[in-house]
């Protein structure tokens, strides 16, 4: 059974719980209803007594009767005038100390055994202890369960006249309209609640269907993509319920999905071409010298030199890869604390030596940096050699360093054509490259930038530079200051040194 409610549908399992859930409020509103109804028809049968017993000892016994005599005739004249006992009748019963019992039900209370012949043994014995229970009734209230009449709800008090007990009153009545009125609950609870248990279930299987529909709906969806197919949107429509912002979370989960399948593609196909131009390269370079019967020795290192070039591009390209893929497993950096200030210097001093640029540091150093010194240093020589590949000979380049707080940003700015506007976001993404800047160079620098500042939970964003070039800003966490800075405001500007190949745009 257990397996069988696992494998029903999800709209089945809803009927079932709304209707186990109603049949569980119906069941229990039902026994307080019937609980409550019993003891209110008890209650009320309880105030008959009182009153009952009150007109009794007023009516029926005069106040200055005394004598058992007396007592017990004026008993039988006021019984005489009340119906016998019933269900709709009461049950008196007058003891009268010295003298009789009076009753209105002589059956009941006291028995002849000459009225016993057809009678067993067993049935003789409970009726006698159903007489001797009534005739020693205990004061206040009693219920007792007679073998012939049932349940028995009797009052017994004291009639005193004087001060002083003349006799003993026990009025009694059935409770058979105790039985009834629940027996009625019973029956309008179950056609009640009948009624309502199959509306709620239609209305269930209602509400089930319009739940479930949208989910079927997304597993119809979720087949396609399966199958490779990514277009398939859900597009819910309705109110913004949990079912609403699941189908919306859905079809933004295939959006990105998609894009991601895009940008892997494109990806690849980058890659591809990138790694193929070199190899046609020395491949035609190849074919040429292989056409000569005798090349001569400056052919032969004329080919060597542009196949060793293009294999140090394949090869960087490669490292490139690696690199971005190392991000993509989050195992690209190993930080430690580094004294940013000297590190700076070292990386300044060694990047005055690559080309004729003029070269500036300005800002604050002093304090320390909790990163990985050589991807750090790798980021900041690819910006470094964006900034040279768009500059020409003579042009700036700034290293410029900024402390924030517990955050330090390190920014290259140069005096080159700039990056557009438009375009300040998208040079992050790999092998793109902006229209208006010198197309070199894989595309793949400032991906690296962006993935190695992202490993360090920080963030990298282009803008403009003061002399209107382009300025790339590396943001760290992970500062922390010295009372030490290095004073002064104005910029560190180094003589250009002396001129050097230019490297591709990395």
């Known amino acids: 059974m257990p397996e069988l409610i696992r494998r029903r549908s999800v709209r089945a399992r809803l009927i079932a719980l709304i209707a186990g859930l109603l049949v569980a409020a119906l069941g229990v509103t039902g026994y307080f209803v019937y609980r409550g109804t019993g003891a209110q028809v008890r209650r009320a049968i309880d105030d008959d007594l009182r009153q009952d017993a009150a007109a009794f000892s007023t009516q029926a016994v005069p106040r200055s009767a005394r004598r058992p005599a007396t007592i017990a005739a004026s008993a039988r004249r ?22 009789p019992i009076i009753t209105n039900e002589p059956e009941l209370v006291a028995r002849d055994d000459r009225d016993r012949a057809g009678e067993s043994i067993q049935q003789r014995a409970r009726e006698a202890t159903d007489a001797s229970g009534l005739r020693a009734a205990p004061l206040g209230y009693a219920t007792f369960n007679l073998t012939e009449a049932g349940s028995l709800r009797l009052l017994t008090r004291p009639i005193v006249r004087s001060g002083r007990t003349v006799a003993m009153l026990s009025v009694g009545e059935t409770l058979a309209s105790v039985q009834r009125a629940q027996q009625g609950v019973i029956k309008a609870l179950l056609l009640a609640g009948s009624l309502t248990l199959a509306a709620a279930i239609l209305l269930g299987a209602a509400l089930a269907a319009r739940i479930v529909q949208p989910l079927r709906r997304m597993a119809r969806t979720a087949a396609r993509v399966d199958a490779g197919d990514l277009a398939p949107r859900i597009h819910a429509q309705g109110p913004p319920d949990e079912i609403r912002v699941l189908a919306d979370a859905f079809d933004h989960m295939l959006d990105r999905l998609e894009d991601a399948f895009a940008a892997q593609r494109a990806f690849v196909a980058d890659a591809s071409h ?67 200030e000297p590190f700076v210097r070292d990386f300044f001093e060694s990047l005055t030596t690559t080309t004729d ?150």
């Open 357 to 506: 640029r003029r070269f500036e540091l300005d800002g604050e150093a002093g304090g320390t940096l909790r990163a990985d010194p050589d991807r750090l240093a790798q980021a900041l020589h690819n910006l470094a050699r964006n900034a040279i590949q768009h500059t020409t000979e003579g042009g700036l380049v700034r290293l410029r360093v900024t402390a924030r707080q517990d955050q330090v940003e390190l920014a290259v700015e140069d005096d080159g054509p700039g990056i557009p506007e438009s375009e300040r976001t998208r040079v992050f993404d790999r092998f793109h490259r902006a229209e208006t800047r010198r197309r070199s160079g894989s595309g793949l620098g400032l991906s690296i930038v962006s993935a190695i500042a992202a490993a360090h939970h920080g963030s990298v964003n282009a803008s403009s530079s003061p002399e209107g070039g382009a300025r790339v800003a590396i943001v760290l966490p992970g500062w922390r200051s010295e009372i030490r800075t290095r004073t002064g405001g104005t910029p560190l500007s180094l003589s250009p040194a002396p001129p050097a190949s230019t490297p591709s745009k990395h």
């Open 274 to 340: 990138e790694l193929r131009t070199p190899l046609t390269v020395i491949r035609g370079q190849l074919e040429v010298l292989s056409r000569q019967a005798a090349p001569s020795a400056e052919d032969v290192r004329r080919t060597e030199r542009i196949a060793r070039t293009e294999l140090v591009r394949m090869e960087r390209l490669v490292d490139d890869l690696l690199v971005l893929a190392r991000a993509d497993e989050g195992v690209l950096v190993h930080a430690q604390d580094i004294e940013l």
């Open 78 to 99: 006021y019984l005489a005038t009340q119906p016998a006992f019933g269900e709709s009748a009461r049950l008196f019963v007058v003891r009268v100390p010295g003298g």
